[in-house]
């Protein structure tokens, strides 16, 4: 056996991968299931988009767990009627899911995964409920490790201010619903909730641009270009560039194509450490690829 050949090959490769996407992909499911349940409630909005993401997850689709969730929802669903009795059953089987995967999460990013499909649980419905929120920040004690992590700690941040007073309005749980869907990248609609890579999310409001003698940091994947093309227009331009976020960048640029990884990837670290310069006071705008292409083109 040639170890070296045998590392590097495609099929090996292949198998890393969909390990790592398979983990990802349980842990995010266990963290949906327990921010669905999270009021001890499952109504037919969080019910159908259960139904709908399994249905996504290509990695999981030989899970018996989740096949056995997919049949009796394949069942419910067939006479055309939720009834409560039916969502009350359901509750119970995803509760004891829950409590079978215990185990799943065992690092950081594992964690992370789960506390965005958490996340994107409770938010599901397109509500927040005080038992919901109680439970984020319950769920956000009990996981220590991640919590000055990205981006756990936008909503650490959100739930502090928030239950500071220990009461929580209709206008504080529309703000941290409104931050929940950010940052899992959710968009809620008429007919449902849709998750998409999100990162626009973050950008500033500019009304101008100053290209010469300003500093551009770069990240993600570009649309107009390869990200050395666009570094090398904007030297042409006259600006500077910077590999890494630091007190010398004017701006941080966005690539449209990103990933659902950007959360725990380089992408996420360059937005998560141009959030925190711009709490320290420093002077840094984040924008996407199209407002760059807007005020250069």
């Known amino acids: 056996m040639e170890l070296g050949k045998d590392i590097d090959s495609d099929p090996l490769i292949r198998a890393f991968s969909f390990t790592r996407e398979k983990e990802k992909a349980m842990c995010g499911l266990k963290g949906i299931l327990a921010g669905i349940v999270a009021d001890k409630h499952l109504n037919e909005k969080e019910f159908l988009f259960l139904d709908a993401w399994l249905k996504s997850q290509q990695f999981l ?116 619903l409104l931050t929940i869907n950010q940052v899992t990248g959710a968009n809620i609609e008429e007919d449902g909730i849709t998750l998409e890579a999100s990162t626009e999310v973050w950008e500033d409001s500019i009304e101008s641009l100053t290209v010469a003698g300003s500093t551009f940091c770069l990240t993600g994947d570009f649309v107009s270009g390869d990200r050395n093309s666009v570094d090398t227009m904007l030297r042409c331009m006259g600006a500077d560039t910077s590999s890494s976020i630091n007190k010398n960048v004017d701006y941080l640029v966005i690539g449209t194509l990103a990933s659902r990884d950007w959360l725990y990837t380089s992408h996420g670290r360059k937005i998560e450490k141009a959030l925190l310069l711009k709490r320290e006071g420093n002077d840094i705008t984040i924008m996407t690829e199209r407002t760059l292409l807007k005020f250069t083109r």
């Open 61 to 176: 689709s030989e899970d018996k767990d989740v096949v056995d969730i997919l049949g009796r929802v394949g069942d419910i669903l067939e006479d055309g009627q939720i009834s409560e009795d039916d969502l009350q059953q359901m509750l119970v089987r995803m509760e004891q899911l829950i409590s079978a995967k215990d185990d799943v999460t065992t690092d950081v990013v594992g964690r992370v995964d789960e506390l965005i499909g958490f996340l994107t649980g409770i938010a599901s419905d397109g509500v927040l409920n005080d038992e919901e929120v109680n439970a984020l920040s319950d769920w956000l004690d009990q996981n220590e490790t991640i919590k000055e992590t990205w981006p756990a700690i936008i909503i650490v941040n959100r739930l502090s201010n928030i239950l500071e007073d220990g009461i929580v309005s209709d206008e504080e749980r529309d703000d941290l």
